[in-house]
């Protein structure tokens, strides 16, 4: 009697040691949640947005070693609200997306800044090209829902992104911002 009450009292006690170790999983709303980037052509910025990207987001402010970020973009749903240049963006020279569909971004090691502001240094996979890309984000949590918000800045050439007159950044800058808005559910 006593063993079958130590092996329960045991596996209680590992499923809270569980439960108190795993991170806040959220739920993008994908409606409310935006990923834009910004550029420069001609020496004038645009914007640009991907209009269908997944993100998988477990974090949790207390518990940064179990955090997780999982973002899929659909490089297909870029609009930069210029048709001519969006078909150019899609095309081989840039995005590719026949052969590359979509970008992969993923991080696992994040750092407090305090404040409710933090870094996640994570890996972009982009035409096949993995690179190690920083985020600076914000964290706010509201009424059981959360809010995060951040950015980043790459070079486009790290990841192929600019073949034949492409590369040349006299037209097109290397230097491309990210921003993003991600409104978040529990679950």
Known sequence: MIRKHTLTLSALLALALGVAYASAQWSMQPQQSTLTFVGVQAGAEFTGAFERFTADIAFDPKNLGSSRFDVTIDMASVNTKDAERDGIIKGPDLF?????????????????????????????????????????????????????RGSAALKRLDFGVGQGEWQDTQWVSNDVRIQFALRLNPG
């Open 96 to 148: 590719a997306v026949r052969t590359h569909p979509t970008a992969r971004y993923v991080a696992e090691d994040f750092k407090s800044l305090g404040g409710g502001k933090y870094t996640a240094n994570g890996q972009l996979t982009m035409r096949g090209v993995t690179r190690p890309v920083p985020l600076q984000f914000t964290f706010e949590e509201q009424g059981g829902a959360a809010w995060l």
